[in-house]
Nanobody, 120 residues
Framework: QVQLVESGGGLVQTGGSLRLSCAAS????????MSWYRQAPGKQRELVAG???????NYADSVKGRFTISRDNAKNTVYLQMNSLNPEDTAIYYCNTVLRRPGRPWNDYWGQGTQVTVSS
């Protein structure tokens, strides 16, 4: 059973930084695109950033220049470095990945979510 275990959320003041981590536990699988999504109260879940296994990245316009996504393929881990945080970044952040076992189709996996709160 594969699990995505997130860490690094918390409370920070405006202008501060946080680093989120998400590790895929288990063995015997390949990871495709790894992404971070977020969902603020009363809003839909939105894509924050994604990274392919080859290191190509994409970002939501609202976080470009402030957030950096990276991954360590040897550790099956994806990171989100968040700088210059503002209250609009307050949300639950979810890790997502597509994963495949040999001979099986790609499947979608989600982490449990980690709360990020930015105070003004």
């Amino acid at each position: 059973q594969v699990q995505l275990v997130e860490s690094g959320g918390g409370l920070v003041q405006t202008g501060g930084s946080l680093r989120l981590s998400c590790a895929a536990s288990g063995t015997g699988f390949s990871l495709g695109v790894m992404s971070w999504y977020r969902q603020a109260p009363g809003k839909q879940r939105e894509l924050v950033a994604g990274i392919t296994s080859g290191g190509n990245t994409n970002y939501a316009d609202s976080v470009k220049g402030r957030f950096t996504i990276s991954r360590d393929n040897a550790k099956n881990t994806v990171y989100l470095q968040m700088n210059s945080l503002n209250p609009e970044d307050t949300a639950i952040y979810y890790c997502n990945t597509v994963l495949r076992r040999p001979g099986r189709p790609w499947n979608d996996y989600w982490g449990q979510g980690t709360q990020v709160t930015v105070s003004s």
